[in-house]
Each structure stands twice: as structure tokens, then as C-alpha cells.
């Protein structure tokens, strides 16, 4: 049982879920199809993601030991070994099932896949090219399910996935200033320790601020409709709260931001998902 507790906080399948739904959009928004191709589509995202939190926890353990001794290689559940057998396994089940979708999304899955493994071992530590890389990989799970589903273009999946990718954008960099203590001993160069509070600061205001912009516009330009707008006023609320609290960001209270964003995040794809499901 501790074992099997250790995976799933190695693992993190509930933050997994969210890479399912963000699929689950793209291919409704892209007319959906046969509910064998649907499963392969709803599948693939959260084997990778799931590979890459396990990658991550492999090269993070030092860091982890600092900031997150509560984490399962840390406290000896979960050894190195496993952690990288976890991703090798996960990345290349999702890779193979990947290519029953077609070039595209198999293209797509062993992109990413390898992103994650570089993200974790080089760019982690490099700051603001990390946060990007682990934004578009959660924008990149609407693009994912859309060319699962559609062969067209279409403007409201990139309109979805840029906002998932600015929202999650700002968290990324929330969380840099709640691990600030155990990355400055590591000699990282995240945003804050790179660019200081301030500008750290100002950048999440702007991620948040353009967020909010570009959740009001599938809703004006007719592409989705009031159950959409429900949800996205919900969720632009959160943001704004968290926007004016922005001041008083710092390692101390960035995990309740970090908490407030996701809260946000998961209303925001709500809304999505439940307007297109329910057309």
C-alpha cells in the first residue's frame, strides 16, 4: 500500500486529469468521431504528462529534498530507478498508442515526451524557457485532441489553448517563488531569482491580465456560447482577486496563489468542455 501510494504522488494522476479534459475540448471542438479514437485521444496526454512528472522527480531529488521532503524519492518510497523506468514505460505506451491517430498526434506525443525529459535533466534549471516548455505542453492538449479529431483549421482551438497556455504560464511561475529557497541553493535561475521579485511580480500580472482578455473572446466572436461566459466570469473573478493580491506575492503565500490559479484553471476548462459537450 505505501508503494502504490508512492506512484500515485510520483505519478500525480489527479493533476493528469486535467490534460484528459484539455484533449477531451480539442476533440469535441473538432467534431469528435468514434469513441475507440476518443479513448486513444483522452489516453495519450496524461501518459505523457504522468511520465513527466516522473522524469521530473528523478532529477529533482536533491531540490525535492529541500523544498518537498514530503515528495516519495525523498522519503524513500519511491527509488531514482523506478522513477525513470516510470517515464520510459508511460512515455512509450502513449508514444505507440499515439500513432493509431495518425503522423500528426504520434508527432506530437514523442515531441513532447522527449520536451519533458529535456525540460526536467536541462531546462528546469534555466528558468522562464522551462515555464514556457510546460505551458505549451498543457495548450499543446487542445491542439493534441483538435488534429485527433479534425483535419481543418479552425481559430477556436488556438484561442482555447492560448489561454490555457497564459493561465498556466502564470502559475508556472507562482510556484518558481514558493520553491524560491530550496532553487536559490541550487543554484538555479528561475524568474525570481534571475529577474528578482518585482519584475516576477509584474509578469504575472500581465500573464493573468492577458488571460482575462482572451477569455472573453470565443464568447464575442460567437464561437461559444453563455455556458462558456458563465464559467470564464467565474474564473476571470479569481483571476482579477489574485491580480490586485499580486503585491503581496512571496515564498510564504504563493503556494494559496499557485492554489487559486489552478481553481481558476479548472473552471475555465470546465466552461470549455461543458459548452461544447453540451451544444
Known amino acids: 500500500m505505501r508503494k502504490i501510494t508512492g506512484y500515485l504522488q510520483l505519478l500525480r494522476p489527479k493533476n493528469a486529469v486535467m490534460s484528459a479534459i484539455g484533449s477531451t475540448i480539442g476533440w469535441l471542438a473538432g467534431g469528435c468521431g468514434d469513441l475507440t479514437r476518443y479513448l486513444i485521444v483522452a489516453t495519450v496526454p496524461p501518459l505523457v504528462l504522468m511520465g513527466g512528472n516522473a522524469i521530473n522527480d528523478f532529477f529533482d531529488f536533491e531540490i525535492d529534498a529541500i523544498n518537498k521532503p514530503y515528495r516519495p524519492i525523498p522519503r524513500g518510497i519511491i527509488s531514482r530507478k523506478e522513477a525513470l523506468f516510470s517515464y520510459i514505460l508511460l512515455s512509450s505506451v502513449a508514444i505507440t498508442i499515439a500513432l493509431l491517430l495518425g503522423w500528426i498526434p504520434f508527432l506530437i ?108 473572446i470565443p464568447f464575442l466572436l460567437g464561437l461559444m456560447k453563455l455556458l462558456y461566459l458563465a464559467f470564464s466570469l467565474s474564473s476571470i473573478l479569481i483571476l482579477i482577486y489574485i491580480l490586485v493580491q499580486t503585491d503581496r506575492l512571496s515564498p510564504e503565500t504563493a503556494a494559496r496563489y499557485s492554489g487559486l490559479l489552478k481553481v481558476a484553471m479548472a473552471l475555465g476548462l470546465l466552461g470549455m468542455l461543458l459548452d461544447l459537450l453540451l451544444r
Open 109 to 216: 506525443a514523442v515531441s513532447f515526451s522527449i520536451a519533458w525529459y529535456v525540460y526536467a535533466r536541462t531546462l528546469k534549471a534555466k528558468g522562464l524557457i522551462g515555464n514556457v516548455i510546460v505551458s505549451t505542453g498543457v495548450g499543446f492538449t487542445i491542439i493534441f485532441g483538435y488534429i485527433s479529431a479534425s483535419k481543418g483549421v479552425s481559430l477556436l482551438p488556438i484561442i482555447l489553448a492560448l489561454i490555457a497556455f497564459t493561465a498556466n504560464l502564470a502559475r508556472e511561475i507562482v510556484k518558481t517563488v514558493e520553491d524560491l529557497p530550496g532553487d536559490k541553493k541550487a543554484g538555479l535561475s528561475t524568474v525570481p531569482i534571475r529577474f528578482g521579485m518585482e519584475t516576477t511580480k509584474s509578469l504575472t500580472r500581465g500573464l493573468i491580465a492577458i488571460t482575462c482578455l482572451l477569455a472573453l
